[in-house]
């Protein structure tokens, strides 16, 4: 069976100026996928997820996120995806059930629906004694796993994250892939970046980013193969310093 394609990235360029941050990307990912998305610092990912979240323009290329065009739907993608990143999710100042009920309202769910999704949820989390506690005083692997959770509240096709499991134990990081697993499970395609190589090798697929273009792509299997490595970490030193192997 032919896999759907929820996103299809073909000659992607984004320039600022003389710099090209993006430099003729292409692939493609699957409904249901859990897809790694690596790079060194400064390879040109952050720009890359910005344009497929809707939120920047390429400067040249087709791009379609829910087979949504990136340049003439922005909005329809933001509607269609779900986003969640290390640095900014979730409001400390709310507390739990508020930041819910915040996120399903920007989301466009209806009121009855974010009630019983807010209850359900809590629940799923075993989160009912926090709901009317704020988030800031919540500990952070709590705080990553509610707003994973969050991100896929309106059940998107895509959800985009972005270093979601910095900072946490490793206990907790388990518990979070368990989590990537069962949303994966269920349909949603999940984009993810990560620093933690031992987490790639959980996903589906991996793309490896050098100098604003995608150099390496294949199962981790495949490019622990292709690269003669024990690890996706040997694979991904390989080819982020060639010189010093």
Same mark, same amino acid.
């Given at each position: 069976?032919?896999?759907?394609?929820?996103?299809?990235?073909?000659?992607?360029?984004?320039?600022?100026?003389?710099?090209?941050?993006?430099?003729?990307?292409?692939?493609?990912?699957?409904?249901?996928?859990?897809?790694?998305?690596?790079?060194?610092?400064?390879?040109?990912?952050?720009?890359?997820?910005?344009?497929?979240?809707? =939120?920047? @323009? #390429? $400067?040249? %290329?087709?791009?379609?996120?829910?087979?949504?065009?990136?340049?003439?739907?922005?909005?329809?993608?933001?509607?269609?995806?779900?986003?969640?990143?290390?640095?900014?999710?979730?409001?400390?100042?709310?507390?739990?059930?508020?930041?819910?009920?915040?996120?399903?309202?920007?989301?466009?769910?209806?009121?009855?629906?974010?009630?019983?999704?807010?209850?359900?949820?809590?629940?799923?989390?075993?989160?009912?004694?926090?709901?009317?506690?704020?988030?800031?005083?919540?500990?952070?692997?709590?705080?990553?796993?509610?707003?994973?959770?969050?991100?896929?509240?309106?059940?998107?096709?895509?959800?985009? =994250?972005? @270093? #979601? $499991?910095? %900072?946490?134990?490793?206990?907790?990081?388990?518990?979070?892939?368990?989590?990537?697993?069962?949303?994966?499970?269920?349909?949603?395609?999940?984009?993810?970046?990560?620093?933690?190589?031992?987490?790639?090798?959980?996903?589906?697929?991996?793309?490896?980013?050098?100098?604003?273009?995608?150099?390496?792509?294949?199962?981790?299997?495949?490019?622990?193969?292709?690269?003669?490595?024990?690890?996706?970490?040997?694979?991904?030193?390989?080819?982020?310093?060639?010189?010093?192997?």
């Amino acid at each position: 069976m032919i896999p759907n394609t929820v996103i299809s990235v073909h000659n992607l360029v984004k320039r600022f100026g003389n710099f090209i941050a993006n430099d003729h990307l292409n692939f493609e990912v699957y409904e249901g996928e859990i897809f790694g998305f690596l790079g060194t610092n400064g390879a040109g990912k952050t720009t890359a997820i910005r344009i497929l979240s809707g =939120l920047s @323009e #390429p $400067t040249s %290329g087709e791009v379609l996120v829910a087979g949504f065009n990136a340049r003439k739907q922005p909005e329809k993608i933001k509607k269609s995806i779900g986003y969640m990143c290390q640095k900014f999710s979730l409001y400390e100042d709310l507390t739990v059930r508020e930041n819910i009920m915040l996120y399903g309202g920007i989301y466009g769910m209806r009121k009855k629906e974010i009630r019983a999704r807010t209850n359900s949820l809590l629940a799923k989390l075993h989160f009912e004694e926090y709901g009317d506690r704020l988030i800031s005083s919540l500990p952070l692997g709590l705080r990553q796993k509610l707003a994973f959770s969050v991100a896929v509240l309106h059940e998107p096709r895509i959800v985009f =994250l972005d @270093e #979601p $499991t910095g %900072g946490v134990d490793p206990i907790t990081r388990r518990q979070f892939w368990e989590m990537i697993y069962e949303t994966a499970a269920g349909g949603i395609t999940v984009f993810v970046t990560t620093h933690y190589m031992d987490e790639a090798e959980y996903c589906d697929r991996i793309s490896i980013m050098s100098e604003g273009r995608i150099v390496a792509l294949d199962t981790p299997a495949g490019l622990k193969k292709q690269y003669h490595a024990d690890s996706v970490e040997e694979v991904f030193i390989k080819i982020a310093r060639p010189g010093k192997n």
